[in-house]
């Protein structure tokens, strides 16, 4: 995999010359510069790189630094001899893939680096989005090397626009844009508008330099004279120099505010879900940038090496997918020109008894996508937490009305053990006390939890652990599968009647809590994979019970019954509430998570991955049957909720988005290769996009997992691995089984690349779980895998 780090070292500056246009004087300029650092710098080693270049041999960008700026190692790594765009120049020629384009620059820097300190100016070609040989935009194709740049501003007519409009398509990218360059004409002086443009708006300095003389055809000799006359003079011009230590002043700030920025967050940063007291600056991780699957952290100073020549930046890969929520790649440009275009068109907008296209778009592709003929209704709010508080709101209600329950009635939620659904007080009444709410002073659960049946792969079998209270019902305490497949497999197993002890055991407990007077108002379920609760990936026969069974008993929870149901997008029984905000859109594989089960829920939450990990934004779907109870001519019995960021319009533009970037890569077979070697064959009559459980973690490598002795369990499903280790001391929230494992994987987890990376993950108590994102290769799979059997080989036991 290899992935690629950011070009920062201590003793080498490097700085990345991008023009505004083609013809705005880029090598002119660089020339000026290299010539003004070999002078200023004499000790220091002065270098100059192009990637790509085009054109004939002994006209291009190199040959002219070496010729008028002698002593300044130069480089191209791909020359190619039509002067075109280098996309059209590279036709019938080697065509170098991005990667190993972005690979050689990162190679050619790091070895600048390790000769001696420095300055490094590498020069794009053309302008901003001119095309590099793939085809891809050489803004978008650098990126990922986080260099900070030099812009070359067009000072011909039209060079205002072009140069603004260059740096806000950097910016865009997430550039740092540090000084602006640019030759004088006198006709246009646009130099005079940029300077004060960007003082400004942006704070950044504009430099401007007389242009070098016209040349003279019939003369290549007077021509050289000239030039070299001209470089001379502009080398030692005062403006150079303050360039030059401007860059260098910047290039120290970076990194002094890199390496003080842990010291700086431990005495300022109040962090969610840390014991703070137990916090050093030491386990603070300082990033720099993001790009696809990796961060770009701050290296250690006890691993940094020699002072100045190793990488300050290491790539660490997102093992929680940045908490859950991004899943098409950190630094997405789709997302930020969607984010981009929403904020310019509207900012945003209050939401009551108003509609714009982002939230009206976004409505229709999920009520679509869901599939779901019960769900008619979009409800806008923050984040998952508050999506479930709705959610809630909304079940509760509509029990009330329909079973002619009083207001004051004390209704009670029924869920699982180990179901968690946010932070937030009345979020957190919804689970059975635990490590997360049992210490918060408002927490009173509300509900009964039912014992969960959860699934893990057990030394080669997927194994149901059935709790204790259901055992005596079932003939066999622990059932055994040979493929997760086998376990998702619903009808076969309905038809097996292994449902039946299930739906016997809620039965009975429904009975004794009902018979104790307790009133309940709606069942409240993560569908197949408890997140927070510590990744249980639940019998989704057992979750399929408990819905057909409460649906099919509205004369337990109502002294008479309720309304009759006059259809089947009514609810029955009680209202059915999937909280789907990890689990849903594609986390596991599918649009919806409720899809597993075979089962329409009556509202269900998203939102993590809904905006690609991007800006916060979580939607509650609902039916008509719900909306009804909030029907009335009085204000009051409306559903009285919402936020002053209700259905931003930058989030919803996002999240719309988002999920059409998913449901294309479904739509192309994006996934084939994790469906080829997935839990479910795909047989003689089914597609691979019909494979019903698959992942992108490969079976052979969760059967290891299995059988390692440090390890009580593992699953992986779509883009989620799980591996409970064997905790002596207790499993669940508290314990630091998993700790160990964690830490290693953030020690330099692979050393055997030129380039050295880790995998920066989380735990949930004894368990370390990994995601990937929807784009993440299997390539990069592979190689997460060698990681994680090298640190799980190495773990004391």
Excluded at 335 to 342: D, E, K, Q, R, V
Excluded at 421 to 442: K, L
Excluded at 486 to 512: C, G, N, P, W
Excluded at 695 to 723: D, K, M, P, R
């Amino acid at each position: 995999m290899a992935p690629i780090g950011s070009l920062l070292w201590r003793s080498l500056r490097v700085w990345q010359i991008y023009g505004a246009n083609t013809e705005v004087g880029k090598t002119v300029l660089t020339t000026i510069l290299c010539k003004s650092a070999r002078d200023r710098y004499k000790n220091e080693l002065i270098a100059y790189l192009k990637p790509v270049s085009t054109g004939p041999l002994d006209e291009a960008d190199s040959h002219h630094l070496d010729k008028y700026a002698k002593g300044v190692a130069h480089a191209t790594l791909h020359q190619y001899d039509l002067a075109i765009s280098p996309h059209a120049a590279a036709r019938g020629k080697f065509v170098p893939s991005d990667k190993s384009l972005l690979e050689s620059i990162y190679a050619h820097a790091a070895q600048t680096a390790a000769r001696s300190p420095g300055w490094l100016f590498i020069e794009t070609a053309g302008g901003v989005h001119s095309p590099g040989p793939s085809g891809v935009s050489q803004a978008e194709l650098y990126k990922p090397l986080r260099c900070p740049v030099v812009l070359i501003g067009d000072s011909k007519l039209g060079g205002i626009s072009l140069t603004i409009s260059a740096y806000e398509s950097l910016r865009l990218r997430g550039y740092d844009i540090e000084a602006v360059l640019l030759l004088r004409d006198e006709q246009y002086r646009n130099w005079e508008y940029l300077t004060e443009y960007f003082k400004e708006h942006h704070g950044i300095p504009v430099y401007s330099f007389f242009p070098p003389p016209q040349r003279e055809a019939e003369s290549l000799e007077l021509d050289a004279e000239r030039m070299g006359k001209y470089y001379g003079a502009a080398s030692q011009a005062p403006i150079i120099h303050d360039v030059l230590e401007h860059l260098d002043s910047r290039h120290k700030a970076r990194i002094a505010r890199l390496e003080s920025m842990a010291h700086s967050a431990h005495g300022k940063i109040w962090y969610p879900f840390t014991q703070q007291k137990l916090l050093a600056p030491s386990s603070i991780t300082a990033i720099d940038s993001a790009n696809e699957n990796f961060f770009q952290t701050l290296v250690p100073e006890s691993t940094s090496g020699e002072p100045g020549n190793e990488p300050l930046l290491q790539p660490s890969f997102d093992g929680s997918a940045s908490w859950w929520t991004q899943g098409l790649g950190h630094g997405n440009t789709s997302l930020t020109l969607a984010a981009s275009y929403a904020a310019g068109r509207y900012g945003h907008v209050m939401f009551a008894e108003a509609i714009h296209e982002p939230a009206l778009a976004l409505a229709e592709t999920l009520l679509h996508g869901m599939q779901n003929p019960r769900l008619t209704r979009v409800f806008y709010s923050d984040d998952g937490s508050t999506g479930v508080e709705v959610a809630v709101k909304m079940g509760l209600r509509a029990a009330r009305v329909r079973y002619g329950w009083s207001n004051k009635e004390n209704l009670g939620i029924i869920g699982l053990k180990g179901g968690y659904h946010g932070d937030t007080i009345g979020a957190m009444d919804c689970a059975e006390p635990s490590a997360f709410n049992e210490n918060v002073e408002w927490y009173e659960g509300k509900g009964m939890w039912f014992d969960t049946p959860s699934v893990k792969c057990v030394k080669g079998k997927y194994i149901v652990e059935i709790p204790e209270g259901l055992r005596g019902l079932l003939k066999s305490s622990h059932p055994e599968f040979a493929t997760l497949a086998d376990v998702f497999d619903i009808e076969k197993r309905e038809k097996a009647r292994h449902h039946e002890a299930y739906e016997q055991y809620i039965e009975k407990t429904l009975h004794h809590h009902l018979s104790q007077g307790r009133k309940f108002g709606a069942v409240l379920l993560e569908p197949v994979v408890l997140g927070a609760g510590g990744m249980i990936l639940v019998d989704p026969l057992f979750q399929r019970a408990l819905v057909n069974v409460v649906r099919r008993s509205s004369h337990l929870f109502g002294s008479e019954g309720g309304d009759a149901i006059s259809d089947e997008q009514s609810w029955s029984g009680l209202p059915i509430i999937f909280d789907e905000v990890f689990t849903g859109l594609y986390r596991l594989g599918r649009f919806s998570a409720s899809s597993f089960l075979g089962i329409h829920a009556d509202i269900s939450v998203h939102a993590k991955l809904l905006t690609g990990g991007l800006v916060p934004l979580c939607t509650t779907l609902a039916s008509e049957s719900i909306l009804r109870a909030f029907e009335s001519n009085d204000k009051t019995e409306a559903l009285l909720h919402g936020h002053s960021y209700t259905a931003h319009p930058i989030g919803c533009n996002v999240a719309t988005e988002s999920l059409r970037q998913m449901q294309a890569m479904e739509r192309n077979g994006d996934w084939d290769w994790a469906k080829k070697g997935g839990w479910s064959k795909a047989g003689a009559n089914e597609t691979l996009s019909d494979s019903k459980v698959w992942s992108i973690w490969h079976t052979e490598f969760v059967g290891w997992l299995s059988n390692h002795a440090a390890v009580a369990g593992a699953w992986a499903l779509g883009s989620v691995l799980a591996i409970h280790l064997n905790a002596p001391g207790g499993a669940g929230y508290t314990s630091n089984a998993a700790v160990n494992l964690r830490d290693m994987l953030r020690c330099n987890a692979n050393e055997t690349t030129e380039a050295p990376w880790n995998i920066h993950s989380r735990v949930l108590g004894n368990v370390l779980y990994m995601m990937g994102g929807q784009h993440t290769s299997e390539e990069e799979i592979l190689e997460l895998e060698e990681v994680l059997t090298k640190a799980l080989s190495t773990l004391n036991l």
